[in-house]
């Protein structure tokens, strides 16, 4: 109603405040882009930006830094924990809005909410003093002495276990995503209407099949749109991995060795880096993370705009 | 309305007025997170005594000496001084101004502290992964009265930029040509083995709790957390143990020039009974700001008096000698700021 708002000045203040709100956001996002830029362009001068994402150096005494390491730890640790929080995660929610008796819901939903709300360190410190040693004195070894013996398989559980390493930093993240895929995931499940279950279960369908050829494939798009949220979360956490990874600089094949993600880097030496070059390519590690998640949630933002349409034909 | 409006105006000028009080009585420092624990023991003394607030942040010494290369703070923190042409582009002024130690913290199974013995070239080649398991001839060499078992190393490092390292590499550069043509000196390096640990207390942690490990911590760390630690064989070839005595005995021996200001290295010292892995951390002041560094000078001045000194003993630092105490007055006499 344009004649309206013309007439009514709070209106107009109204309108223009939400608008320098959400245009602000854009810029903002523009600024750190060109900051991460300008900073970094000394580290890009120097080593180019191909030769700075494959290379496998990360050496502050020669000055020589590559990107390739921390890549590898960042894609690793998200992946791995993605494929333990994705299964346990959806599981939660089924359980809450399909199995669980109504008195246990509110209690369950309560408790995922609350893992949400932890701070970060206090995973990372949690991780350090509690879930690293009992990684490393009991589930490690026996890993190795099962599955550690398969060939193939058994590469990546090679090593001396010591809990400080990429399979305890992916566990933790995991406990920490959690709750992003579950709770978005169950609040989805539960739009399923209940005409639909129901004519399933009239139709004669066990609440497995329900589940599995009702209630998934109807909110597949929520549960997606979860996954997507703690894959977001998963890429840029920090403190919760700087303690238990190690911020060790070596491609590695075996998931018993320490590791360093781009977080991890920043983290443990920004503050420390006395040379610009140093300093540059740190920056320069930032500029790769922000590319790399902007890339992942415009894929995935991507094709769940293609699945909607799809679905709504 | 109107009442309430004049006690808040009232209010605003008397915590404005409070401000300024505080700013002018107010040194403001940032950096190395080894002196910590003493710069706010003295800060909190120096207050009750002369009612001057210190606020000093612990962010680092690489931190440090941006802030005040860029004159954010009254005074700047390092762990390693900075060398004589860098002071001199940034304009600063630098001096010493405690001595730490560090040591190698172990946890060997029925190996107590004090009982084994580390020399500078088997340390390179624990951390560079040439010697692998803790019967090697070179440690076994050593210490012929310890029953080594064939175990393998675990080597603990930092994982994130120190100071502590940078002094830690320094000494091995100095005992191991291997090491210094393999990975060098400074505050990070490209190890070529072990586990990396964020902080001090991460090395000792995981020192602690993997068995037949290795670990360089600042000495106060391993006393804290209970740990074993090494003695080590010193330049002059004698077996020294880590204490107050034998670190100010280091930075007693330390080439200590005012006019490279105080630019040095304390490891490796040439006096018999140093501790080889020591350092100074250091104080940098702007040059030009001489009013507020003279405010800065007072304090540390105070901090070289001898009950300052009792308290920097009992957090386990070691104070400069009366000899280097000199020279740095001298120094800022030299400099108009005292």
Redesign the interface.
């Known amino acids: 109603m344009p004649r309206l708002s013309k007439r009514n000045p709070i209106d107009i203040a109204f309108s223009s405040i939400t608008a320098i709100a959400s245009i602000s956001v854009i810029l903002f996002i523009a600024g750190i882009f060109y900051v991460l830029i300008t900073r970094s362009s000394l580290s890009i001068q120097r080593f180019g930006i191909i030769k700075f994402l494959i290379s496998t150096?990360?050496?502050?005494?020669?000055e020589s830094f590559g990107a390739a390491t921390a890549i590898f730890g960042t894609v690793v640790t998200t992946t791995l924990s993605l494929m333990i929080a994705i299964p346990v995660a959806i599981g939660i929610a089924i359980f809450v809005t399909e199995v669980a008796p109504n008195f246990l819901k509110g209690p369950i939903g309560m408790a995922i909410e609350l893992l949400a709300a932890i701070p970060s360190i206090i995973y990372g410190m949690w991780g350090?003093?509690t879930i690293s040693?009992i990684m490393?004195n009991y589930i490690e070894p026996a890993l190795q002495n099962s599955i550690g013996k398969l060939p193939l398989v058994g590469m990546l559980f090679q090593g001396?276990p010591?809990g400080?390493d990429l399979l305890t930093a992916s566990i933790i993240l995991s406990i920490m995503i959690i709750p992003f895929t579950a709770s978005i995931s169950r609040d989805s499940f539960n739009l399923t209407p209940a005409v639909v279950k129901e004519s399933a279960y009239a139709l004669g369908a066990t609440k497995w099949e329900v589940v599995k050829d009702v209630v998934i494939p109807y909110s597949k798009l929520g549960v997606f749109g979860g996954i997507i949220l703690s894959l977001g979360r998963a890429l840029g956490e920090t403190m919760a991995v700087?303690?238990v990874l190690?911020?060790?600089?070596r491609i590695t094949t075996s998931l018993f060795d320490?590791a360093a993600t781009i977080t991890?880097t920043l983290?443990?030496?920004f503050?420390?880096?006395?040379t610009d070059i140093y300093l540059s390519s740190l920056f320069n590690l930032a500029l790769v993370l922000f590319i790399l998640s902007f890339i992942t949630l415009a894929a995935a933002k991507l094709i769940l705009l293609k699945s909607e349409k799809r679905h709504s034909r | 309305m109107k009442k309430i409006l004049s006690t808040l105006i009232g209010m605003a000028m008397a915590i404005g007025a409070m401000g300024s009080a505080f700013a002018g009585d107010m040194i403001n420092g940032a950096g190395a997170t080894f002196p910590y624990p003493l710069y706010s023991a003295w800060a909190f003394a120096y207050e009750k005594e002369t009612g001057i607030k210190l606020n000093y942040q612990s962010?680092?010494?690489?931190?440090g000496?941006r802030q005040v290369a860029s004159r954010t703070v009254d005074f700047g923190a390092s762990d390693d001084a900075l060398k004589p042409e860098d002071i001199e582009k940034d304009k600063l002024l630098q001096w010493p101004q405690v001595i730490g130690g560090e040591v190698l913290a172990i946890n060997i199974p029925g190996i107590k502290s004090e009982e084994m013995i580390l020399d500078g070239e088997t340390v390179g080649k624990i951390y560079l992964g040439v010697i692998k398991k803790w019967n090697d001839p070179a440690i076994k060499a050593l210490n012929p009265n310890l029953n080594l078992s064939d175990q393998?190393i675990?080597v603990v490092h930092r994982?994130?930029?120190?100071?502590t390292t940078a002094v830690f590499t320094h000494y091995l550069d100095e005992a191991s040509p291997e090491w210094k043509s393999k990975?060098?000196?400074?505050?990070?390096?490209?190890?070529p083995v072990g586990?990396?640990?964020?902080g001090n207390e991460?090395v000792a942690?995981?020192v602690k709790?993997?068995k037949n490990s290795i670990g360089y911590v600042e000495f106060v760390y391993a006393k804290q957390n209970h740990l074993a630690y090494t003695l080590l064989k010193n330049p002059a070839g004698n077996i020294v143990k880590p204490s107050l005595e034998s670190f100010a005995e280091a930075g007693a021996s330390g080439d200590y020039n005012p006019s490279k200001h105080f630019y040095t290295w304390i490891t490796n010292t040439k006096g018999a009974n140093a501790w080889p892995i020591t350092a100074a951390t250091n104080i940098l002041v702007a040059k030009e700001k001489v009013d507020g560094n003279k405010r800065v000078v007072k304090f540390f001045d105070w901090t070289f008096s001898s009950a300052s000194d009792a308290k920097a003993k009992e957090l386990v630092y070691a104070p400069l000698s009366e000899a280097l105490k000199k020279k740095v007055r001298e120094y800022w006499k030299a400099n108009g700021l005292y």
């Open positions: 150096d990360w050496d502050p005494v020669r350090l003093f040693p490393g001396t010591m400080i700087a303690f190690g911020n060790n600089h320490a991890v983290a443990n030496e503050t420390e880096a006395d | 962010i680092g010494s690489g931190g000496v393998d675990t994982s994130d930029g120190s100071g990975v060098g000196s400074g505050k990070s390096v490209n190890w586990i990396g640990a964020k991460g942690n995981y709790r993997l």
